[in-house]
């Protein structure tokens, strides 16, 4: 069962097998339950982008990863929220929510039992920071927090740890299919990097910060 269909988007960037792969096929309306299973489902028809492939590295090494890449960004061009020593904190270009963020060692490391203790208290560290600022900026209900170990477990981008930080909002699997629609996405997340770096501890006094 995949992460959407259990609805714990916390849980999921993340890719769904599609069109863009080949070897995969998209999730047959047949295998949802016939039945209410007392489940919220999001429906998030901007993931298509991802769904079609775009963006899926061609393998699982360092040259091909994202995560990789990101932090030789800008941080107003990889949506970076903030940088710590090991780790930083990145926008999700494909939110499940708005300020979905994600923790990720700066390490090319896919398991969590692979972080050092270094990078395991940073990524927890930032973890409750993050938090701490959607909720300044944003004032959620709720949050799921989580990280998919491997590819069968949801992840998209299974070679590169990446900690989700989904802020939840009552009632907001109801409103997304109306929000989701929205054409405004990119623009939308440079907003919210910018809302969510301003309140980041430490960072409104850095210059050049605009
Ligand atoms: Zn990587």
Known sequence: MSDERAGV???????????????????SPDDHPGFDDGLDR????????????????????????PFCRIPDRSDEDGL???????????????PY???????VPYRHVSDY??????????????????MRVVRAVSGPDGFNLGMNQGAVAGAGIAAHLHQHVVPRWAGDANFLPI?????????????TRAR?????PGRAAEAGEA
């Open 196 to 200: 969510l770096a301003a309140a980041w």
């Open 97 to 103: 929510n708005p300020g979905h963020l994600m923790v």
């Open 42 to 65: 999001l429906w998030t028809p901007h993931r298509m982008v991802y769904i079609g492939g775009q963006d899926k590295p061609a393998d699982d090494s360092r040259g091909q990863c």
């Open 80 to 94: 970076v929220v903030a940088r710590g020593g090991t780790a930083y904190v990145v926008l999700n270009l494909y």
């Open 9 to 27: 988007p916390g849980a999921a960037d993340e890719a769904v097998p599609g069109a863009g792969d080949p070897g995969t096929t998209v999730e």
């Open 113 to 130: 039992t692979d972080l050092t203790e270094a990078e395991t208290v940073e990524v927890a560290h930032l973890t409750q920071t993050a």
């Open 179 to 191: 929000v989701a629609q929205t054409k405004a996405v990119p623009e939308l997340l440079g907003d």
